[in-house]
T-cell receptor
Framework: LAKTTQPISMDSYEGQEVNITCSHNNIATNDYITWYQQFPSQGPRFIIQGYKTKVTNEVASLFIPADRKSSTLSLPRVSLSDTAVYYCLVGDWMDSSYKLIFGSGTRLLVRP | NAGVTQTPKFQVLKTGQSMTLQCAQDMNHEYMSWYRQDPGMGLRLIHY???????DQGEVPNGYNVSRSTTEDFPLRLLSAAPSQTSVYFC?????????????FGQGTRLTVV
């Protein structure tokens, strides 16, 4: 089973850059790394996905080193509304079926 | 475009009762799945389906049944509700089974079993 390890929680202040690192030592060759955001009482929402090097979209950047055993989600200039739980996922192929397995996530608190 | 729709949003059951949580998606996605989320915890996969007529178990399937007779619908059935099944249930769908796709989640069903 591909597993991920993230910090349980992080604190930041408005306007700062936040970097959340995820460890996935057993990532498979064909696995992508995906990050989801979840607000209280809502379903998770896709943020960004990558395979290697760097990916950037309108809300975040994802940095993946060459060995792909970790990844870092970077949120530039966070605001109070970025307070949420962030999940790092890698795929799980078991018995010829793909499963999206969530870990415990990182609870980000953005303070004024 | 409704995306993934779950009904009901809230439900209270008595121990031993059965019920079906509904999930429908209008994006013609092949892959659908059910998760439960206990307070302060991450999501755990209950069952999933890679297409109509095909279902399989996830991490915590005991006490739940699923069926997939159409592409659009993926109901989750609680056979005999227990207090341990008190949780928030999320349904998700994605275009295909695989790594480089985005999963879309419903707003959840908050279930309390007393």
């Amino acid at each position: 089973l591909a597993k991920t390890t993230q910090p349980i929680s992080m604190d930041s202040y408005e306007g700062q850059e936040v970097n959340i690192t995820c460890s996935h030592n057993n990532i498979a060759t064909n696995d992508y790394i995906t990050w989801y955001q979840q607000f209280p009482s809502q379903g998770p929402r896709f943020i960004i996905q990558g395979y290697k090097t760097k990916v950037t979209n309108e809300v975040a950047s994802l940095f993946i080193p060459a060995d792909r055993k970790s990844s870092t989600l970077s949120l530039p200039r966070v605001s109070l509304s970025d307070t949420a739980v962030y999940y790092c996922l890698v795929g799980d192929w078991m018995d010829s079926s793909y499963k999206l397995i969530f870990g415990s996530g990182t609870r980000l608190l953005v303070r004024p | 475009n409704a995306g993934v729709t779950q009904t009901p949003k809230f439900q209270v059951l008595k121990t031993g009762q059965s019920m079906t949580l509904q999930c429908a998606q209008d994006m013609n996605h092949e892959y659908m799945s059910w998760y439960r989320q206990d307070p302060g915890m991450g999501l755990r996969l209950i069952h999933y389906s890679v297409g109509a007529g095909i279902t399989d178990q996830g991490e915590v399937p005991n006490g739940y049944n699923v069926s997939r007779s159409t592409t659009e619908d993926f109901p989750l059935r609680l056979l005999s509700a227990a207090p341990s099944q008190t949780s928030v249930y999320f349904c998700a769908s994605s275009p295909v089974q695989g790594m480089n796709t985005e999963a879309f989640f419903g707003q959840g069903t908050r279930l309390t079993v007393v």
